[in-house]
């Protein structure tokens, strides 16, 4: 396995992993328990949003979810405001994490107030899109044979700077970006030459992209987790 980017947010990595294993850890994040506020019972509202897009917004924000979360575990917020200006995300109280507390809930013009207590709970993408814990997505990397004939033009073409000239030569400058877009290979064929030889490797490049709930590795361990105990209770039944 090799890394190639790695920030709190996202990892994007090259391995040697079947399609269909890497599809079936992609669907399975929707089975990844994380936290999203489910319940909003507003007793004041004095914002220029409707109580219901006030509670919309709450629900998507998305929420620092414990390794140890369980399928019941939930907490208790209030956000009780009286101000002018904006309210955030991170005015809230209660024992949640709001991961972008800088996120504006609504505005309060002088003189007006916001009181609102919520229910936070732990869920799965495949209920709501609230409780999915970010995206995955893959591709295949693919192995570049460049012959001596191999005509200059398809330097201007490739929209990823993959190819370059050097020497006289055609050569490749990181092949894992290749998206497989043939237009080298078309400007070939143009020419009646067959220069450019692209086939896929075992290999993919997976990246994956937290909301921010959960860290990209646990997003993956429980996606797995989930995965095999379904696996299990399969076997179980045959
Ligand atoms: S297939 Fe497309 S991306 Fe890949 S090397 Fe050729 S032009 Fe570049």
């Known amino acids: 396995m090799k890394t190639i980017k790695k920030t709190d947010e996202k990892v994007i990595f090259q391995a040697e992993v079947e399609e269909g294993l890497a599809n079936a850890i992609r669907r399975y994040l929707s089975q990844v328990l994380v936290m999203a506020v489910d319940e909003v019972e507003i007793a004041k509202n004095d914002s220029a949003l409707y109580d219901e897009t006030v509670a919309h917004r709450i629900g998507l924000l998305p929420i620092k979810t414990s390794k140890a979360a369980g399928e019941k575990t939930t907490a208790d917020i209030k956000l009780i405001?009286?101000?002018?200006?904006?309210?955030?995300?991170?005015?809230?109280?209660?024992?949640?994490?709001?991961?972008?507390?800088?996120?504006?809930?609504?505005?309060?013009?002088?003189?007006?107030?916001?009181?609102?207590?919520?229910?936070?709970?732990?869920?799965?993408?495949?209920?709501?899109?609230?409780?999915?814990?970010?995206?995955?997505?893959?591709?295949?990397?693919?192995?570049?044979?460049?012959?001596?004939?191999?005509?200059?033009?398809?330097?201007?073409?490739?929209?990823?700077?993959?190819?370059?000239?050097?020497?006289?030569?055609?050569?490749?400058?990181?092949?894992?970006?290749?998206?497989?877009?043939?237009?080298?290979?078309?400007?070939?064929?143009k020419q009646g030459k067959d220069s450019i030889k692209i086939t896929p490797t075992k290999e993919l490049t997976i990246t994956v992209e937290s909301f921010g709930q959960l860290s990209t590795e646990d997003m993956i361990s429980k996606s797995v987790d989930a995965l095999r105990k379904d696996l299990a209770d399969v076997s179980k039944g045959m």
């Open 81 to 189: 405001v009286k101000k002018e200006g904006l309210v955030y995300a991170k005015e809230f109280d209660g024992k949640v994490n709001v991961v972008y507390g800088d996120a504006p809930i609504t505005f309060l013009e002088k003189g007006q107030e916001i009181e609102l207590v919520a229910k936070a709970r732990t869920g799965k993408g495949d209920e709501h899109s609230k409780f999915s814990p970010g995206l995955m997505f893959y591709r295949n990397v693919f192995d570049i044979k460049i012959g001596g004939d191999c005509p200059k033009e398809v330097v201007e073409v490739c929209p990823k700077n993959i190819l370059k000239s050097k020497d006289g030569k055609i050569v490749t400058v990181d092949t894992s970006k290749c998206d497989m877009c043939e237009a080298c290979m078309e400007v070939c064929e």
